[in-house]
């Protein structure tokens, strides 16, 4: 899917994103084989990118088995440097917000560091922000916290699309929820950052004072 350029940011607007890749690590030289970005603007999806990335980095079975995408599949994708390139214009400056954020902002950071690009973009977390606000959900893993906030499942889930589409909605169920029911809490992505970085005994008090 072709990225779309976003030269005006506006203060609401927050980019979710999924990778899907040959391993865990960068440092130990896995690549992205995936991005999808979901783009929210005051909770509400305003645009998609997704695409298939040629790196030259060998997928292993076990994770074909587990994503769909083989060695087959990449290599007829764009190169990575293209697809990040187009990946960061589409983001611009937005921030951005991921399903444990740890794992897709070191891939962000790597990638575009492979194609020659800053990633100065400040990462939310919504695992973080789960813990946070729902102790009680079973688990919280994204399809866990899916179902538990009956939201709609979409597509293949380990794909990145549908997993940045799943993340996009629980996000925006996130932020109804810090809007509280007169919907005039804070909820833009400071406010999301400061929430997940409260120990867990003091959230109450963080959120009673907004």
């Known amino acids: 899917m072709p ?3 976003h030269t005006a940011t ?5 980019a979710v994103i999924d990778f899907e ?6 440092q130990m030289g896995d690549r992205a084989t995936e991005v999808a970005i979901v783009l929210l603007e005051a909770g509400r999806v305003v645009d998609r990118f997704q695409s298939l990335m040629f790196t030259g980095a060998y997928i292993p079975a076990f994770i074909s088995q ?11 994708a764009p190169t990575a440097v293209q697809v990040m390139s187009d990946a960061a214009r589409f983001v611009a400056g937005a921030p951005m917000v991921a399903h444990n954020a740890a794992f897709d902002r070191k891939f962000w ?7 020659g690009l800053a ?22 893993q994204l399809g866990t916290l899916v179902d538990f906030h009956r939201l709609p499942r979409t597509g293949q889930a380990h794909r990145a699309l549908a997993d940045a589409e799943m993340a996009a909605a629980l996000l925006c169920r996130i932020q109804q929820d810090l809007r509280g029911p007169s919907g005039t809490g804070r909820a833009d992505h400071d406010w999301l950052m400061q929430v997940q970085a409260c120990p867990k005994a003091k959230i109450g008090r963080l959120l009673a004072s907004a």
Not at 10 to 14: G, P, T, V
Not at 21 to 26: D, E, K, Y
Not at 67 to 72: A, D, L, V
Request: glycine share 4%; net charge positive; aromatic share 4%.
């Open 119 to 140: 990633a100065p973009h400040p990462f939310a977390c919504t695992v973080m922000l789960s813990r946070r606000l729902y102790p009680q959900a079973p688990n919280h």
């Open 66 to 76: 587990l994503t769909g995408i083989t060695n087959e599949m990449v290599r007829s």
């Open 109 to 115: 950071q790597a990638e575009l560091a492979q194609a």
């Open 3 to 5: 990225a779309a350029a």
């Open 21 to 26: 890749t040959t391993g865990i690590s960068p």
């Open 10 to 14: 506006s203060s609401s607007r927050i």
